[in-house]
């Protein structure tokens, strides 16, 4: 009975259920092929109009090449927008040969100070370039005030919020012929530092990056 009272003992039991939980929260990166093949099932995806589908597809882009989480691109719920915290339509600048994206609020930027991403073309001609990706969504986004509308939404509207990324995420994973319970939205950020190591970018680099 007194070992059941020890808080040394509680407090190491409680200590390896944290540790026994991260370990099974960990999740596989999303490589660069593996979105490549994620966009291509997406384009066959029937029950999507159209622009949904280029949405969703700027936005897996996007939070792959721009190592982002998920909630800097997408909104918490349907009804907790705030365009001075999350990603707005304004937020994509279009350079000469390039997008940049202000990433408002992070993690790691809880002042506010704001952090911005260039989004570069591919060196090769590709219809799953993510400068050709995110542009193809943006111009052909209906008149709107691009300050106060979220950056992804839906045909109807809608914002994509972090669940509904994550649905439609785990339901190309499925249909590609993975298990979707070993990835989440954290995946692209983790497969983007590793398809960037993979391709001999420097650590400092990455580590600056994500």
Same mark, same amino acid.
């Given at each position: 009975m007194a070992c059941r009272h020890n808080p040394l003992l *509680?407090?190491?039991k409680r !200590?390896? $259920?944290r540790y026994s939980a991260h370990r099974r929260a960990t999740r596989k990166p999303i490589t660069h092929n593996l979105l490549i093949c994620l966009l291509h099932h997406?384009? @066959?995806y029937s029950s999507l109009c159209p622009q949904d589908? /280029?949405?969703?597809?700027? $936005? &897996?882009s996007l939070a792959f090449h721009g190592f982002l989480r998920v909630g800097e691109y997408t909104v918490p719920?349907? =009804?907790r927008f705030n365009p001075s915290h999350h990603a707005t339509v304004h937020d994509i600048i279009w350079h000469k040969h390039h997008p940049? &994206?202000?990433?408002? /609020?992070?993690?790691?930027? @809880?002042? !506010?100070? !704001?952090?911005?991403i260039s989004?570069?073309?591919?060196? /090769?001609?590709?219809?799953?370039?993510?400068?050709?990706?995110? *542009?193809?969504?943006? /111009?052909?986004?209906p008149h709107i005030d691009p300050c106060t509308t979220p950056l992804f939404c839906f045909r109807d509207g809608t914002p994509l919020s972090r669940s509904a990324c994550h649905k439609f995420l785990s339901h190309l994973l499925s249909q590609a012929g993975y298990r979707?319970?070993?990835? *989440?939205? =954290?995946? &692209?950020?983790?497969?983007?530092?590793?398809?960037a190591a993979m391709a001999g970018v420097p650590g400092r680099v990455i580590k600056r990056l994500g």
């Open positions: *509680n407090l190491a !200590g390896a $259920a997406l384009r @066959q589908r /280029r949405m969703l597809a700027a $936005a &897996f719920s349907l =009804h940049s &994206f202000t990433i408002k /609020r992070s993690k790691t930027d @809880q002042l !506010g100070r !704001g952090t911005s989004i570069q073309k591919s060196s /090769r001609p590709s219809a799953f370039c993510p400068y050709r990706t995110i *542009n193809r969504y943006v /111009r052909r986004l979707a319970s070993e990835y *989440n939205t =954290h995946s &692209f950020r983790i497969g983007a530092a590793t398809s």
